[in-house]
């Protein structure tokens, strides 16, 4: 499935993986000494590259994509 994996950036990766794990925008940005809106920003740029509908649904689809491990995500 790699020949069609979307790519996402390192910081969109960073901000999948913390949704994964269940954390509030806020959360990540202080994680990753971001803005909140940032992370809206990226949060919203998975969604968009990965087609999905919502949140939970990109979390998903970052599972299928390879871009999350079953293990801490």
């Given at each position: 499935?790699?020949?069609?994996?979307?790519?996402?950036?390192?910081?969109?990766?960073?901000?999948?993986?913390?949704?994964?794990?269940?954390?509030?925008?806020?959360?990540?940005?202080?994680?990753?000494?971001?803005?909140?809106?940032?992370?809206?920003?990226?949060?919203?740029?998975?969604?968009?590259?990965?087609?999905?509908?919502?949140?939970?649904?990109?979390?998903?689809?970052?599972h299928v994509h390879g871009y999350l491990t079953m293990e801490g995500?």
């Amino acid at each position: 499935m790699s020949g069609d994996r979307p790519r996402l950036t390192e910081r969109e990766q960073q901000t999948l993986r913390g949704a994964a794990l269940g954390k509030t925008n806020a959360e990540i940005a202080a994680e990753l000494w971001l803005s909140v809106e940032t992370i809206r920003t990226h949060a919203k740029s998975v969604v968009r590259k990965l087609g999905a509908r919502d949140r939970p649904h990109a979390v998903h689809l970052g599972h299928v994509h390879g871009y999350l491990t079953m293990e801490g995500s």
